[in-house]
């Protein structure tokens, strides 16, 4: 009695991956999935975040000129440090003595509280999948690309004016996973009539 019940699940499936490939092939690439994770953030570009960097001036640029540029504090994703924690990111485990920092760093570190400092975290991390839509849909072949960039951006303020500033980031990391399944749709349809064979085989 199992036979029947398993053959007439085998041609209903079989029929509808049919379908289903005939509709993803007439619709094209813009059923493939695609995934975007951006840090709170104003800036959508690596590139962005370099022309707005380059647009602040140590000893002129205020805090007020910081939010119109970009680097909003309120926005998130930045870390606000004292003057102590200016200290232990410039000085960590006394690895540089306090005569060796740069000037302003070291002034904006002897004014105490009338130190500020301001490390923001601009970043993106994105994935979309690529390659023949009908055998992504199907379970044939699926190619996911993701492409990230990141940056750390610190500002020093002494006064409500930036004093120092650095940069770091990486511009572009990319990577393609292609995950290949030969038998596609029929994948778990093995595997069910493995188990199914295999419950008949145990009576």
Not at 38 to 49: C, G
Not at 136 to 149: A, N
């Amino acid at each position: 009695m199992e036979k029947p019940v398993l053959s007439r699940a085998m041609l209903i499936r079989g029929a509808l991956v049919a379908l289903l490939g005939l509709t993803v092939a007439a619709c094209g690439s813009g059923l493939l999935p695609a995934q975007n994770q951006k840090a709170a953030t104003l800036f959508d570009s690596y590139d962005q975040v370099v022309s707005a960097y380059d647009q602040i001036v140590p000893g002129r640029t205020s805090e007020d000129d910081l939010v119109r540029i970009g680097f909003d504090a309120r926005t998130g994703n930045v870390d606000v440090l004292s003057y102590l924690g200016i200290q232990e990111l410039y000085m960590p485990r006394d690895s540089f003595k306090f005569d060796q920092l740069n000037p302003e760093v070291r002034r904006c570190i002897l004014s105490e509280t009338g130190c500020l400092g301001y490390v923001f975290h601009p970043a993106h991390n994105g994935s979309r999948r690529i390659g023949n839509t009908a055998l992504d849909v199907l379970g044939f072949e699926r190619i996911t690309r993701s492409e990230r960039w990141s940056a750390d951006i610190v500002l020093l303020l002494r006064g409500g004016v930036v004093v120092h500033k650095v940069f770091s980031g990486s511009p572009r990391t990319e990577s393609i996973e292609d995950k290949v399944s030969p038998l596609g749709p029929l994948q778990d349809l093995g595997s069910a009539l493995a188990g199914a064979v295999g419950g008949i085989a145990s009576h």
